[in-house]
């Protein structure tokens, strides 16, 4: 399968008061045509910085980011500008991300103007199409975004996302500020426009439950590193990585008087600016083993489609 | 020159978006406006009423100071015996009484409060302007033009004014322009530091990334995405920069080194005092005096109510 993203080794450091800090540190993951790779993982573990690192929101340290192909790190800014055409993003706070001073049916609309596409797709024509598509009733075209609720606006972001007819999205946490009984709405229409426009997403999230619904593959990340990727099937019945155990433990079961075995992790996650020396789980890992302190432990293929990094698996594999 | 352009362009059409009415049906405004919430603070309150009523006042005598003032403000007034009118206490003909070379002081204040709305007004939208353009470049850019470009803030920062006026003053030509170049070179400064601080906590907001994602530039960013979320500190600003160019313009004049040619109050005040008069022609300097206070007072109350929109905090509950 074609892949429409590709990352090979992306890091991403951030100089702080306190040292360097690797937000991003050697990433590598692929998504094919037509599919969603979900990330999860804990806060500050380095998803959402992926993701902007991505689309060179922030400006990758080292690695490689390639877009069909094409690596979008060496474009210099005006082309940038063109595959921006082709990338966009809908962000985590519905709130914060739409212009509080601009009327919704400008802000779906502004895309168009930023590439002098609005006229020549019939401006408000175009725009109304775009509000029919994600759900959005034509009398709101006037409104101002603090007029509107949050799974409204959140449309909003999605229509603007999907204004300039992109290829892939990233959806950074797209129904996290959002009530339950509206997350399921927002998800559904974002599988209803993927399947309908052919989209490819990254969708990072912290919450295993919405993951396991909307993707395809998923990647596990532990203070900017991918410790397990897998299908989205494999990840939740035969999870490898003592990390990915220990979060699918955590999640509620919606049943009375169904118990589960808690895998209950020690300590807090070491700071990023500091990481454990070896293998970045081995602080909290409760299999941990002498070498996982002294050396980082090879991505091994247990299955295909299937990669983690741990010694438990390296080992049993010889 | 294409960057200029675009900039115009931007701008027309910023503008063009807010004013246009038949975009947007009645009823479907922003009721949070500025001027809205603005107008509906003065129902409410007294001093902002009264500020505005007095600026509209010496608005419309500054508009129409010239056939308002009944003589021209060198005109020298003589008694029907021959002898000029030297110092003479208020009466009909000279409701502020006369100069010591028989000018009449009515015409003068009325003359003074164009110039001091001239100056006010002029140097205001030129500070703002300048300020506005370095805080919003110099918060948006951050790190190297941010540096540099406070840095120069600081450095104005340490000229202290009026040594700074009398030079420029004995430099170039006394004039109305000069003095309004010199009250606008030192106060720049102020706005571009306070736009500059809200720029930073703005163009960090997601809907600034937004419009990065959807390719839209930097002169793009600032002007359409960042100048709309600062106009209402930059009115308020430039409200309270009327009232400090006023001032600044009347101590220079005070001082003897504004436009001899152009009445103002300040220069009214400068005679009173190289005539020696001024202890005991009251009407001489009284008059200028309150018209100076006046004005500042009415802006204040303006701004302040200005000052409440901008922060709720300070609104009244």
Request: with cysteine; glycine share 6%; proline share 6%.
């Amino acid at each position: 399968m074609e892949h429409v993203l590709e990352v090979r080794n992306l890091h991403k450091d951030f100089h702080t008061k306190k040292g360097l800090l690797k937000a991003v540190n050697n990433i590598s993951l692929y998504i094919s045509r037509g599919e969603t790779l979900g990330i999860v993982g804990e806060s500050g573990c380095g998803k959402s910085t992926t993701g902007r690192a991505v689309l060179r929101l922030v400006e990758p340290t080292a690695g490689e980011v390639l877009f069909e192909g094409k690596s979008i790190l060496e474009l210099k800014p005006a082309q940038m500008r063109n595959m921006r055409r082709d990338m966009q993003i809908i962000f985590q706070d519905p709130f914060a991300s739409l212009d509080p001073r601009i009327s919704i049916s400008e802000i779906i609309a502004e895309p168009l103007r930023v590439f002098n596409l609005y006229k020549k797709q019939g401006g408000e024509r175009r725009v109304a199409e775009l509000m029919d598509l994600v759900g959005l009733s034509k009398r709101l075209v006037n409104t101002f975004p603090h007029e509107l609720d949050g799974g409204r606006r959140q449309r909003v972001g999605v229509a603007r996302a999907l204004a300039l007819d992109p290829k892939f999205i990233v959806c950074d946490e797209p129904v996290s500020a959002l009530d339950v009984s509206i997350q399921a709405q927002i998800l559904n229409l974002l599988q209803d426009i993927q399947q309908r426009l052919g989209l490819t997403y990254m969708f990072i999230s912290h919450d295993l439950n919405v993951v396991k619904h909307v993707s395809n593959r998923v990647a596990v990340m532990y203070l900017g590193k991918i410790v397990e990727t897998t299908t989205s099937h494999n990840i939740f019945t035969n999870p490898q990585h003592p990390y990915t155990k220990a979060l699918l433990s955590a999640i509620p079961i919606p049943k009375v008087g169904q118990k589960r075995q808690r895998i209950l992790l020690e300590g807090d996650v070491p700071s990023p600016v500091n990481p454990p020396s070896g293998c970045i789980f081995s602080a909290r890992c409760p299999y941990v083993m002498e070498k996982c302190r002294q050396q980082e432990p090879p991505m091994v293929e247990p299955a295909p489609e299937h990669t983690v990094s741990c010694y438990l698996v390296s080992d049993e594999m010889g | 020159m294409q960057k200029v352009k675009q900039l115009i362009q931007y701008i027309t059409s910023y503008i063009a978006q807010r004013r246009g009415p038949s975009r947007r049906p009645a009823g479907r405004r922003n009721n949070q406006s500025f001027f809205s919430v603005f107008l509906s603070s003065l129902k409410s309150d007294r001093l902002a009423l009264i500020g505005v009523v007095l600026l509209v006042f010496f608005i419309f005598v500054g508009v129409f100071a010239d056939s308002l003032a009944p003589h021209g403000p060198r005109d020298r007034h003589y008694h029907d015996e021959g002898g000029i009118k030297r110092l003479e206490s208020p009466t009909w003909d000279h409701p502020f009484g006369t100069t010591d070379v028989g000018r009449d002081i009515f015409s003068q204040v009325i003359l003074g409060t164009r110039t001091a709305l001239i100056v006010g007004f002029l140097a205001a939208v030129l500070v703002t302007f300048v300020g506005t353009v370095v805080g919003i470049v110099s918060g948006y850019f951050g790190g190297m033009v941010d540096t540099v470009l406070m840095r120069i803030v600081d450095f104005f920062y340490a000229i202290p004014f009026i040594p700074f006026v009398i030079v420029l003053a004995a430099i170039m030509q006394p004039s109305l322009w000069n003095v309004i170049l010199a009250v606008s070179m030192l106060s720049w400064r102020t706005v571009a530091r306070i736009v500059r601080s809200q720029v930073l906590s703005i163009s960090k907001r997601p809907y600034i990334k937004a419009a990065k994602v959807a390719g839209a530039g930097h002169l793009r960013i600032m002007f359409r995405y960042i100048l709309p979320n600062v106009v209402p500190l930059v009115l308020l600003e430039m409200a309270f920069m009327v009232n400090w160019t006023i001032m600044a313009e009347a101590s220079i004049a005070f001082l003897g080194f504004g436009d001899p040619r152009v009445t103002s109050w300040g220069q009214i005040l400068h005679m009173n005092s190289v005539s020696g008069y001024s202890r005991v022609a009251w009407w001489w300097n009284v008059p200028p005096g309150v018209a100076i206070i006046l004005l500042l007072v009415s802006i204040f109350f303006v701004a302040r109510s200005l000052e409440a929109v901008v922060d709720p905090r300070l609104r009244k509950r």
